[in-house]
């Protein structure tokens, strides 16, 4: 038959008339940001693709068919190509969870793992029709499919980073996801590692995406044999492994794979990243010869995976270059799904303003048309925009870490100054409910909402802090460092259905 696939056209939906949130419920201090919050919910529940029977392998209007049954699965890619790519699952992942995705995130993370083989010498597919089934306008065999060096490993890092938001013990179970995450750190790295041995996965440097290249850009100006994207999601791969393997208790695997992890920073810091110029590299071409300057996701993936010193100040420099560059028309990327990574990456390293502008930029740039219009029409039709503004929200803003599998969670405050209150209510961990409101950057609430275990709080505030009040009873601060800021927390143990607000005592 003839399919006709619809593109996904609508806009923002103005406060008054939006519907009943799908799921969590957000209020603050700032109105626009309510509507894009609850506009993004329904957007992206509206890309769940679960149990339906519809086309694959299609790519153009009017094209014909085959129909199949879908597999727990949403939409992460061009609204008019029926699949999921990786690249946009991984940055989907978090905000699927906060929708309650459950389902569909093991579903299709399971699908990426076990496309990987010998024979694509491990690779994962780039794309996967939402019956589970390469996507042939990206796959055309095992030797010639579109495949990129940074996906590989943020499957790795989702495995992990999954768990520790749903404590759901299949990922780590389960036996294609630790076969992939194993291949991935080892035989992969191995094969991949030609041109110029050192221990980091390479792209073939040609920039044919059909034949493997190192980064995320593919609109490239060098001929990347190594990418900063690809190493730095690597990095995060390591540390992911390292968690699951402790997860799994084998101990000895989890030191290693820590160490692999200092290791490769280290290497970055002293000899990779450096050489040869006062910013970070973000790639090497054959020779092999350091490549410097804007390189766009290799540029800020140095950053937004965390591997860049937030203690050195060649790192905050870089920081003001990424914010030069994105300001500056010739350089700032052409698709919002690429500005999505933004926010994250100033928050981060405690740059709150810089995230929030970023945040509001992508908000105010929802209605307009796309780059990639035919494909897509307006912005906020592609998924990864309203998937990544809800995960933005939650981890990013309010600064939640969560532990589910160890019952705990941390918050850290990242709002802006203009921005004076949010609160979050039902949100997911493991099997429980929880509301996190923040009053600045100085006074949290937590309200246990659902849950049948206690969890342990730590209720983190920036700043060096000597006491708190824990429901008006004073208690002293701990301190650590996150990302170059110093820190000052407690922790609290908190039962179902409870309430507790934390507030810094000023200095004096």
């Known amino acids: 038959m003839t399919w006709i696939v619809p593109l996904l056209l609508s806009a923002p939906l103005p406060p008054d008339t939006l519907p009943a ?16 919050f609850y506009w993004a919910q329904s957007k992206a529940l509206s890309f769940v693709q679960t149990g339906k029977q519809g086309p694959i392998n299609v790519w153009k209007q009017g094209q ?65 029709n939402f019956d589970g089934s390469p996507y042939t306008l990206d796959y ?26 749903t404590g759901d013990p299949r990922y780590l179970a389960d036996s294609s996801l630790w076969r992939f995450a194993t291949k991935a750190l080892t035989d992969f790295i191995d094969l991949h590692d030609q041109q110029f041995p050192n221990g ?26 190594e990418a900063g994207d690809g190493l730095a999601c690597q ?38 990243g450096i050489r040869n110029t006062d910013w970070y590299n973000r790639g090497y071409i054959a020779g092999p010869k350091p490549i410097s300057g804007w390189g766009k996701e290799n540029s800020w993936f140095l950053l937004t995976k965390g591997l860049a010193d937030p203690t050195s100040l060649r790192t905050h ?15 700032i990327p052409d698709n919002i799904e690429a500005l999505t990574y933004i926010p994250e990456t100033f928050f981060r390293y405690h740059r709150n303003e810089l995230g929030w502008k970023w945040m509001k930029h992508i908000i105010h740039q929802i209605d307009q048309t796309h780059a990639q219009s035919s494909l897509t029409g307006a912005n906020g039709n592609y998924p990864e925009v309203s998937f990544a503004l809800i995960s933005n929200v939650v981890e990013h803003l309010i600064g939640l870490t969560p532990e589910a599998g160890k019952r ?39 309200t246990y909402q659902k849950g049948s275990a206690p969890f342990l709080w730590q209720a983190a505030f920036p700043g060096n802090y000597k006491q ?25 143990r908190i039962k179902p259905k409870k309430t507790v607000i934390v507030e810094v005592l000023p200095l004096r």
């Open 21 to 36: 949130p799908p799921r969590m419920e957000i209020q603050c201090s700032d109105p626009a940001l309510e509507s894009a």
């Open 317 to 331: 420099r870089y920081l003001e270059f990424i914010s030069e560059r994105l300001d500056s028309r010739e350089d």
């Open 200 to 225: 980091v996965a390479e792209g073939t440097g040609t920039g044919d995406i059909f034949a493997g290249v190192a980064t995320y850009n593919e609109q490239p100006d060098a001929p990347l044999i």
């Open 64 to 128: 014909e068919a085959v129909i199949k049954t879908y597999i727990p699965s949403y939409w992460a890619g061009y609204p008019l190509r029926t699949a999921f790519y990786s690249r946009d699952f991984c940055h989907q992942a978090v905000g699927a969870h906060l929708l309650v995705l459950k389902e569909e995130n093991f579903s299709m993370l399971r699908a990426f793992a076990q496309s990987a083989n010998p024979s694509t010498k491990w690779y994962p597919l780039w794309a996967i």
């Open 408 to 446: 705990r969670l941390r918050t850290l405050s990242h709002l802006p100054d203009d921005l004076e209150s949010l609160e979050v209510r039902h949100i997911p961990i493991g099997n429980g409910l929880f509301s996190v409101a923040h009053s600045g950057r100085t006074s949290s609430k937590l």
């Open 140 to 165: 055309h065999h095992d030797g010639d499919f579109v495949r990129e060096v940074p996906a590989v490993f943020e499957l790795v890092e989702k495995i992990a980073q999954l768990y520790r938001w």
């Open 468 to 492: 708190v009040t824990i429901n008006g009873k004073k208690k002293r601060c701990r301190y650590t460092q996150d990302f170059g800021q110093v820190i000052s927390y407690t922790p609290i």
């Open 235 to 272: 990095y995060q791969a390591f540390l992911a492994f390292s968690d699951l393997a402790a997860w799994r208790k084998e101990r000895s695997l989890a030191r290693q794979f820590a160490q692999k992890a200092e290791m490769l920073k280290a290497y970055f810091h002293s000899d990779w």
